[in-house]
């Protein structure tokens, strides 16, 4: 079963705009990671925010956890046509490296 | 760097005959992982080894599947005998692991498996 829930699970802006990407989760973690998949490609790491932690920031994104709430926001601000693509989140509970991932957000950006 | 290199990239098949999948993880990484994806199930885990030793295999969806990682550059996942129902985009993923845990996963670009 999936462990995030992303929300929403379709978002379309102009380039330039900002992109708010929400996860929920279920059980207790270890780490949360955010994932990016372009059409017809694997998906590429972005971030990682361990379970101590409330904030990261990384160029243009920007990622809060809140373990009270069991959920987390990815920001990518001033968006660009190249930033088109899915976004995962997925949840560490242990230390094993296995991951469980959320259905994900597709984001669309008009140039 | 070479990342996580899968063959084949793209599959046509039909019903009833074996599929194999192979999966290069990128070098010094311990821990792989293959996953399917689907548009109706999203991203599923189907097994993961660390040291070349399968850990959880709870993914695997029944007995016509198997996976094999003989050795730290090379792992397999076999299909006998595919269905339709098995079309879907298999990926390989791979990390390092650390004591810490929490290691990015490495995909590769995936094999677009389809059984008719």
């Known amino acids: 079963s999936q462990q995030g829930e992303e929300d929403p699970q379709a978002l379309s802006i102009q380039e330039g705009e900002n992109a708010t990407m929400n996860c929920s989760y279920k059980t207790s973690i270890n780490n949360l990671q955010w994932y990016r998949q372009n059409s017809g490609r694997g998906l590429v790491h972005l971030i990682l925010?361990?379970?101590?932690?409330r904030e990261k920031h990384s160029g243009r994104l920007r990622v809060t956890l809140d373990t009270s709430k069991k959920s987390s926001s990815l920001l990518i601000t001033a968006s660009r046509a190249a930033d088109t693509a899915s976004y995962f989140c997925a949840t560490d509970g242990g230390n094993t490296g296995k991951l469980i991932f959320g259905q994900g957000t597709t984001l669309q950006v008009k140039p | 760097d070479a990342g996580v290199i899968q063959s084949p990239r793209h599959e046509v098949t039909e019903m009833g005959q074996e599929v194999t999948l192979r999966c290069k993880p990128i070098s010094g990484h311990n821990s792989l992982f293959w996953y399917r994806q689907t548009m109706m199930r999203g991203l599923e885990l189907l097994i993961y080894?660390?040291?070349?030793?399968?850990?959880?295999d709870s993914g695997m969806p029944e007995d016509r599947f198997s996976a094999k990682m003989p050795n730290a550059s090379f792992s397999t996942l076999k299909i006998q005998p595919s269905e339709p129902r098995d079309s879907a985009v298999y990926f390989c993923a791979s990390s390092p692991r650390t004591p810490r845990g929490g290691q990015p996963q490495h995909f590769g670009d995936g094999t677009r498996l389809s059984i008719l």
């Open positions: 080894f660390n040291n070349n030793v399968p850990i959880d």
């Open positions: 925010i361990r379970s101590n932690e």
